[in-house]
């Protein structure tokens, strides 16, 4: 009889997804990472005028349209000053596809990813289904990455290591000397650094920067998307950039499972780089009074927070029996142990939906925490 694979069995339902099916109907959401704000108006014509004109009726490129590898490369400059050959890059169905074709063409069976713990779901059961061996690593107490831990944590087995800024679910983002830390690293040990910059322009004090402009190798290999920073969650379109070698592997991987991303996706995806920025800036900002709502109100409610910095998620220190205590009032937040060993005692709220329902979410909150103390 044809059993499981073994890499499956390691791999559980995600516990955000247990949160959400185990909540009512009527239940505010604050576990979700999904901003509630529109796409912009000018992606979504870049979509619709596609589609009108029959451009999308057929695969692309595997690698994506050149055009909007061409604006994504533009991008990439105007940011970072970083020259990126469009054919170094590879559009996919979101980042969490990117995620998986690094993984795939740089992981052998057995061999360690080390990621954050703390850290977003993905590292973990995308290594697992890559046969390699999960290496979680603890966060200083700001929920940032220490290089350093990461750098005793390397071994001859270890194939990766992962970098998330801004992160999910910390909201953390690693200092410029950081960055540049985990790029020696990545240089000097001939480890691939996988850098996860999906949250990189939603930042409120300091600024994003990439490993890649510090690498002297090309062991970097970047992962971004338009899903957070346009709105564009649904769209499933993201990228991954490195070397020639490392993306011609990584093609070997989505020329199979994947073909191409959507056509229709990637004509709004090349919208939205090329148009008007103001949209990302009016989300920022208001994901930022967002932030500073949320922190007060757990603040008054007794809870210790670390600030987040970007994304759009703060991850409070909970006393036992906070989280039920609060989904049983029908407010969803996560568990912090669904990230990881070292997220017990805490817990995941996203500060992406409005401001009246985050008002109301708070209340209830501060009436939980006083239940269980």
């Known amino acids: 009889m044809t059993e499981f694979a073994n890499r499956v069995e390691q791999v559980s339902i995600s516990g955000i997804r247990e949160v959400f099916e185990a909540a009512g109907e009527d239940a505010i959401n604050l576990g979700i990472g999904q901003p509630d704000f529109p796409t912009p108006a000018h992606a979504r014509r870049g979509a619709i005028e596609a589609i009108e004109a029959k451009q999308t009726d057929a695969y692309t490129s595997n690698k994506g349209t050149v055009s909007l590898r061409e604006a994504i ?3 990439y400059d105007r940011d970072y000053g970083l020259e990126i050959d469009p054919a170094d890059i590879i559009a996919t169905s979101g980042g969490s596809e990117a995620l998986h074709l690094v ?9 360690e990813v080390i990621f954050p713990d703390p850290g977003f779901v993905s590292y973990d059961a995308l290594t697992h289904i890559a046969d390699g061996t999960p290496k979680p690593v603890s966060l200083r107490e700001d929920l940032t990455l220490d290089p350093a831990t990461v750098e005793e944590a390397i071994t001859d087995e270890t194939a990766a290591f992962v970098v998330n800024s801004p992160a999910n ?3 953390a983002v690693q200092s410029e000397e950081d960055m540049r830390e985990f790029a020696r690293i990545a240089d000097e040990h001939d480890v691939l650094c996988l850098s996860d910059e999906v949250y990189e322009k939603i930042v409120f004090e300091g600024e994003h920067r990439s490993p890649m402009e510090f690498a002297e190798s ?3 290999v970047v992962v971004s998307a338009c899903s957070k920073t346009y709105s564009m969650t649904g769209w499933r379109l993201g990228w991954v950039i490195g070397s020639n070698r490392r993306i011609e ?12 991303a959507s056509a229709p996706a990637q004509y709004a995806a090349e919208a939205a780089l090329t148009g008007p920025q103001e949209p990302v800036q009016e989300m920022v900002e208001a994901f930022e009074r967002r932030r500073d709502v949320v922190l007060d109100g757990l603040e008054d409610a007794g809870l210790e927070v670390p600030t987040p910095q970007g994304a759009f998620y703060v991850m409070p220190k909970v006393p036992e029996g906070w989280c039920d205590e609060v989904l049983d009032r029908d407010v969803i937040v996560v568990p912090g142990d669904a990230f990881g060993a070292n997220g017990e005692g805490y817990a995941r709220l996203s500060y992406a939906t409005s401001t009246e329902e985050l ?3 708070l209340e209830i909150i501060d009436d939980a925490t006083r239940a269980v103390r």
């Open 359 to 361: 008002k109301e979410a």
């Open 218 to 220: 090309d062991n970097v």
């Open 103 to 111: 993984l795939q063409a740089h992981v052998d069976p057995g061999e």
């Open 249 to 260: 592997r990584m093609l070997r991987v989505h020329q199979y499972g994947q073909a191409c």
């Open 73 to 75: 490369s533009a991008k």
């Open 169 to 171: 679910p910390t909201g």
